[in-house]
Nanobody, 115 residues
Framework: VQLAESGGGLVQPGESLRLSCAAS????????MSWYRQAPGRERELVAG????????NYANSVLGRFTISRDNGKNTMLLQMNNLKPEDTAVYYC?????????WGQGTQVTVSS
């Protein structure tokens, strides 16, 4: 299993970013996928999750209405559209999957929101 995030960067408050997670080594379309984030000095937290067919999603209260998770099973890719970014969204963002009870993480992509 390999997960590779991309799309992070430095933006100003109110701007947008779109993160991508390219997955390989497993049957992507069969698994629930998630985005997590970890800010300096804080525990890793769930941001959003999406069912295998994309029909069900869930979000942390802190991002509800601003972030949208989606997936393209034909391209083995998961996306996180982040709008109206706030300084408190600054963190390393990770994609995550559990396959056969094993936990897999990407290397993470840094998102910094600062004026």
């Amino acid at each position: 299993v390999q997960l590779a995030e991309s799309g992070g960067g430095l933006v100003q408050p109110g701007e947008s970013l779109r993160l991508s997670c390219a997955a390989s080594g497993f049957t992507f379309s069969s698994y629930y996928m998630s985005w997590y984030r970890q800010a300096p000095g804080r525990e890793r937290e769930l941001v959003a999750g999406i069912s295998s067919d994309g029909g069900h999603t869930n979000y942390a209260n802190s991002v509800l209405g601003r972030f949208t998770i989606s997936r393209d099973n034909g391209k083995n890719t998961m996306l996180l559209q982040m709008n109206n970014l706030k300084p408190e969204d600054t963190a390393v963002y990770y994609c995550y999957v559990s396959v056969l009870l094993r936990h897999f993480w990407g290397q993470g992509t840094q998102v910094t929101v600062s004026s």
